[in-house]
């Protein structure tokens, strides 16, 4: 039996779906979290069943390919869970009526955000709402889990509505409103005086500055602390000395030794330049990486879960128009920080092929993910801060060029912003914490592997001398261009697997700082790395998929060539 | 009657007509903002940015082009 969980967005089905099944789902406070189906299997108390989460559906007509999916999932349920806001009954029940009568099949309705009810002095009568309906209906708090049993219990409950309207469907919905919902005055609450100043001008601005220079701080902060005080402790007291033993025992210069750990530094392992599978390969994800991805998931959280991203959206609006999209990017902009794939599979809030196109353009190049990020940090901090945030003013300033270019050459019109705004909503640590968790178990399942993949094809190319033989042919682009060493190749090779390694390849080249910014920059930009190209040319198709690697190409080697020369006049 | 995007900030009013597209309109529709409804504006970002309004309890950001399609009429 499938068991279809369909709502408006930013109702909270995937907390829904994650309280039945224990999947991990991603659950935020912004409409558009969920973009494609997630199937879980129900075990609650005996009941059994395969449950689906659905991206959020405002009606039955799709206005994006986040919503083709939902609606097209409809056909293939055999009962469905309605889950509704019940702060917000009135605009949720138009999709209810709409899968009442052109639907038909058994319908379940669930009003979830039912504590939150009593604070907004919204008093609905549930009885009344089922014997209108003729409908089970069920009340839940997801966050804590209330009424969850409750919910798995009524699912055999559900059944065909007898409810039949003719009049038009918002008068239906007035109606049915007045018979079962009573609103009393309620308190205006600091929130309530927050979140009205926080969408004003010119007080947005000043919110929107301070809080997202608090986050990078923040995320700064979080991150080398961990790394300072723990991470490097770890690796420098526990680790050490074990791989130093197994050393021992290989054989100096053997393929073995050179794999496993790599070209010793004065008889001393160096964990950024060794270039073993246990040495460098461990370090680089767990050691440099994991602490920036658990400092961005965990400030990023916050932020999803508090309500904040739909405002950034408003106050970002004029400026994402200059660039061809409209506010809403920012939110496949501030995923693809953490990891391009997220941000590219929120490509489908866009409903046409040109935003597509454009966003998915400037997230490959220009948006780099935390995993580069935290190595950029790592090979360019010692030389002091102000170079790490000079690459990432390069960076910004080529995406917005490069999106007013496209926004000037690529045909057709961008439509303007519509969205909902979610109230602010209180983040709970616990939800938090588990978002992260999921997050970085994503990261070990899907990118550790990858990473030492990756040292070990770095190894065997260098072993084998592939890279010489290559190196030869592209010198004239990295040297002449670039001026950078040829053996730079590598780096651009691994970069397709992970952009983290491809930035840590940069270290045992011995370069000068110059060739540093030019190079972390170019694997910046270059091509995005193989996990996200997947989701790009699936989202995009094949034909926008290769106009966007020429101008990713094309910009790698412009900007390349412009740094170097650039620098060089600036003295640097 | 007024455009949308020229009603002050507070005040409530009456939607009238919406001169856009079938599907803008129901894109619009289906978050309740349609001839019939009742708004109220929150905020607009600049004099050109979207415009925030209120309509049942639902919280809506639309771009300046759309909010000066849409006819109100101050209640």
């Given at each position: 039996?499938?068991?279809?969980?369909?709502?408006?967005?930013?109702?909270?089905?995937?907390?829904?779906?994650?309280?039945?099944?224990?999947?991990?789902?991603?659950?935020?406070?912004?409409?558009?979290?969920?973009?494609?189906?997630?199937?879980?299997?129900?075990?609650?108390?005996?009941?059994?069943?395969?449950?689906?989460?659905?991206?959020?559906?405002?009606?039955?007509?799709?206005?994006?390919?986040?919503?083709?999916?939902?609606?097209?999932?409809?056909?293939?349920?055999?009962?469905?869970?309605?889950?509704?806001?019940?702060?917000?009954?009135?605009?949720?029940?138009?999709?209810?009526?709409?899968?009442?009568?052109?639907?038909?099949?058994?319908?379940?309705?669930?009003?979830?955000?039912?504590?939150?009810?009593?604070?907004?002095?919204?008093?609905?009568?549930?009885?009344?709402?089922?014997?209108?309906?003729?409908?089970?209906?069920?009340?839940?708090?997801?966050?804590?889990?209330?009424?969850?049993?409750?919910?798995?219990?009524?699912?055999?409950?559900?059944?065909?509505?007898?409810?039949?309207?003719?009049?038009?469907?918002?008068?239906?919905?007035?109606?049915?409103?007045?018979?079962?919902?009573?609103?009393?005055?309620?308190?205006?609450?600091?929130?309530?005086?927050?979140?009205?100043?926080?969408?004003?001008?010119?007080?947005?601005?000043?919110?929107?500055?301070?809080?997202?220079?608090?986050?990078f701080?923040?995320?700064?902060?979080?991150?080398?602390?961990?790394?300072?005080?723990?991470?490097?402790?770890?690796?420098?007291?526990?680790?050490?000395?074990?791989?130093?033993?197994?050393?021992?025992?290989?054989?100096?210069?053997?393929?073995?030794?050179?794999?496993?750990?790599?070209?010793?530094?004065?008889?001393?392992?160096?964990?950024?330049?060794?270039?073993?599978?246990?040495?460098?390969?461990?370090?680089?994800?767990?050691?440099?990486?994991?602490?920036?991805?658990?400092?961005?998931?965990?400030?990023?959280?916050?932020?999803?879960?508090?309500?904040?991203?739909?405002?950034?959206?408003?106050?970002?609006?004029?400026?994402?128009?200059?660039?061809?999209?409209?506010?809403?990017?920012?939110?496949?902009?501030?995923?693809?920080?953490?990891?391009?794939?997220?941000?590219?599979?929120?490509?489908?809030?866009?409903?046409?092929?040109?935003?597509?196109?454009?966003?998915?353009?400037?997230?490959?190049i220009a948006?780099p993910?935390?995993?580069q990020t935290?190595m950029i940090i790592n090979l360019l901090g010692r030389f002091g801060g102000q170079y790490v945030l000079g690459v990432f003013f390069i960076i910004f300033c080529l995406w917005v060029v490069l999106?007013k270019i496209?926004?000037?050459?690529?045909?057709?019109?961008?439509?303007?912003?519509?969205?909902?705004?979610?109230?602010?909503?209180?983040?709970?640590?616990?939800?938090?914490?588990?978002?992260?968790?999921?997050?970085?178990?994503?990261?070990?399942?899907?990118?550790?592997?990858?990473?030492?993949?990756?040292?070990?094809?770095?190894?065997?190319?260098?072993?084998?001398?592939?890279?010489?033989?290559?190196?030869?042919?592209?010198?004239p682009v990295i040297t002449k261009l670039w001026g950078l060493p040829k053996?730079m190749?590598?780096a651009l090779?691994?970069?397709?697997?992970?952009?983290?390694?491809?930035v840590?390849?940069l270290r045992?080249l011995d370069l000068s700082l110059h060739q540093i910014i030019v190079g972390v920059t170019i694997l910046a930009v270059y091509?995005?790395?193989?996990?996200?190209?997947?989701?790009?040319?699936?989202?995009?198709?094949?034909?926008?998929?290769?106009?966007?690697?020429?101008?990713?190409?094309f910009t790698a080697v412009s900007i390349g060539a412009l740094l170097n020369f650039g620098l060089k006049i600036l003295g640097i | 009657?007024?455009?949308?995007?020229?009603?002050?900030?507070?005040?409530?009013?009456?939607?009238?007509?919406?001169?856009?597209?079938?599907?803008?309109?129901?894109?619009?529709?289906?978050?309740?903002?349609?001839?019939?409804?009742?708004?109220?504006?929150?905020?607009?970002?600049?004099?050109?940015?979207?415009?925030?309004?209120?309509?049942?309890?639902?919280?809506?950001?639309?771009?300046?082009?759309?909010?000066?399609?849409?006819?109100?009429?101050?209640?």
């Amino acid at each position: 039996m499938n068991i279809l969980l369909v709502g408006n967005p930013n109702v909270g089905k995937s907390l829904v779906f994650s309280r039945l099944t224990g999947a991990k789902v991603i659950a935020s406070n912004y409409p558009g979290t969920t973009v494609e189906f997630t199937e879980g299997v129900m075990n609650f108390f005996g009941i059994k069943g395969k449950i689906i989460d659905s991206p959020g559906i405002y009606s039955l007509s799709p206005t994006n390919k986040a919503e083709e999916v939902a609606v097209k999932l409809l056909e293939k349920a055999d009962v469905l869970v309605n889950v509704i806001d019940a702060t917000n009954l009135e605009r949720n029940l138009r999709l209810t009526l709409e899968l009442i009568k052109s639907v038909k099949k058994p319908l379940l309705i669930v009003l979830n955000m039912w504590d939150e009810t009593r604070h907004k002095g919204i008093a609905i009568d549930k009885e009344e709402l089922e014997k209108i309906l003729g409908l089970p209906v069920v009340t839940t708090c997801a966050l804590s889990g209330e009424g969850i049993k409750d919910l798995a219990l009524s699912i055999s409950k559900a059944k065909n509505s007898g409810f039949k309207f003719n009049l038009p469907i918002w008068t239906e919905i007035g109606n049915l409103i007045e018979k079962v919902q009573k609103l009393s005055h309620k308190r205006h609450t600091l929130w309530d005086f927050f979140e009205e100043l926080s969408i004003r001008p010119p007080f947005s601005f000043f919110v929107a500055v301070a809080l997202v220079f608090f986050s990078f701080v923040l995320i700064r902060f979080i991150g080398e602390g961990l790394i300072n005080h723990l991470f490097n402790p770890l690796f420098d007291y526990a680790y050490t000395p074990l791989v130093m033993k197994l050393n021992a025992l290989l054989a100096p210069g053997s393929f073995l030794q050179t794999v496993l750990i790599g070209q010793l530094v004065d008889g001393n392992i160096d964990y950024s330049a060794s270039f073993g599978l246990l040495t460098t390969g461990l370090y680089v994800p767990l050691g440099a990486v994991l602490p920036y991805i658990i400092s961005f998931y965990f400030v990023l959280g916050f932020m999803e879960d508090w309500g904040y991203l739909p405002r950034l959206a408003i106050l970002g609006d004029r400026f994402f128009h200059k660039i061809g999209l409209h506010g809403y990017a920012i939110v496949p902009m501030v995923l693809g920080l953490g990891c391009n794939v997220p941000g590219a599979l929120a490509n489908r809030l866009f409903q046409e092929r040109r935003e597509k196109f454009i966003a998915a353009t400037l997230l490959a190049i220009a948006v780099p993910c935390m995993a580069q990020t935290a190595m950029i940090i790592n090979l360019l901090g010692r030389f002091g801060g102000q170079y790490v945030l000079g690459v990432f003013f390069i960076i910004f300033c080529l995406w917005v060029v490069l999106g007013k270019i496209m926004n000037f050459f690529v045909k057709g019109q961008s439509p303007e912003i519509l969205i909902e705004i979610p109230p602010y909503r209180r983040p709970h640590l616990l939800n938090v914490l588990k978002k992260l968790w999921y997050r970085i178990s994503w990261f070990f399942k899907e990118a550790l592997p990858l990473v030492l993949l990756g040292i070990l094809i770095v190894n065997i190319l260098y072993f084998f001398r592939v890279i010489d033989a290559l190196a030869f042919v592209f010198s004239p682009v990295i040297t002449k261009l670039w001026g950078l060493p040829k053996e730079m190749i590598g780096a651009l090779l691994i970069g397709f697997l992970r952009k983290d390694i491809a930035v840590g390849m940069l270290r045992p080249l011995d370069l000068s700082l110059h060739q540093i910014i030019v190079g972390v920059t170019i694997l910046a930009v270059y091509f995005p790395c193989m996990a996200t190209f997947v989701v790009l040319a699936k989202e995009l198709g094949l034909k926008d998929m290769i106009k966007s690697i020429i101008i990713m190409i094309f910009t790698a080697v412009s900007i390349g060539a412009l740094l170097n020369f650039g620098l060089k006049i600036l003295g640097i | 009657m007024l455009s949308l995007d020229k009603l002050t900030r507070g005040r409530q009013a009456k939607v009238i007509s919406i001169d856009k597209g079938s599907n803008c309109c129901q894109k619009l529709e289906n978050l309740g903002l349609c001839p019939g409804s009742l708004v109220k504006k929150i905020s607009q970002e600049s004099s050109r940015g979207p415009v925030v309004v209120k309509v049942g309890s639902t919280q809506i950001a639309l771009g300046h082009g759309m909010a000066s399609k849409i006819t109100v009429e101050l209640l």
